[in-house]
């Protein structure tokens, strides 16, 4: 499998288990692997932000925003994800 079609299938796991957790009104994941590369420490996982919108996070403190989407993610954290950088907000507070 080449690098690209990891990147992809990675970028599409981790839509499909936000969309289904988090039923987001708003997700963009860039893939920001390739800016890593021989980065120690990743063993072949990738680097992501995410930006998730949704309102399963109104009322809630980032922390526990980012806590639901770690939960969401925890398979993966293991085996695809070795940076995450995310963006939680609710419908509200985005324009």
């Given at each position: 499998m080449?690098?690209?079609?990891?990147?992809g299938?990675?970028?599409?796991?981790?839509?499909?288990?936000?969309?289904d957790?988090?039923?987001?009104?708003?997700?963009?994941?860039?893939d920001d692997s390739a800016?890593?590369?021989?980065?120690?420490?990743?063993?072949?996982?990738?680097?992501?932000?995410?930006?998730?919108?949704?309102?399963?996070?109104s009322?809630?403190?980032r922390?526990?925003r980012?806590?639901?989407?770690?939960a969401?993610?925890?398979s993966?954290?293991?085996?695809?994800?070795h940076?995450l950088?995310?963006?939680t907000k609710?419908?509200?507070?985005v324009s």
């Amino acid at each position: 499998m080449t690098r690209a079609a990891a990147s992809g299938d990675r970028v599409e796991r981790i839509r499909t288990v936000v969309q289904d957790a988090l039923r987001p009104v708003r997700l963009e994941i860039r893939d920001d692997s390739a800016s890593h590369v021989g980065h120690a420490g990743g063993g072949g996982k990738g680097h992501f932000k995410v930006l998730i919108v949704s309102e399963l996070f109104s009322g809630k403190s980032r922390l526990q925003r980012h806590r639901m989407v770690h939960a969401a993610l925890a398979s993966l954290l293991e085996t695809d994800i070795h940076a995450l950088v995310l963006s939680t907000k609710a419908p509200e507070e985005v324009s």
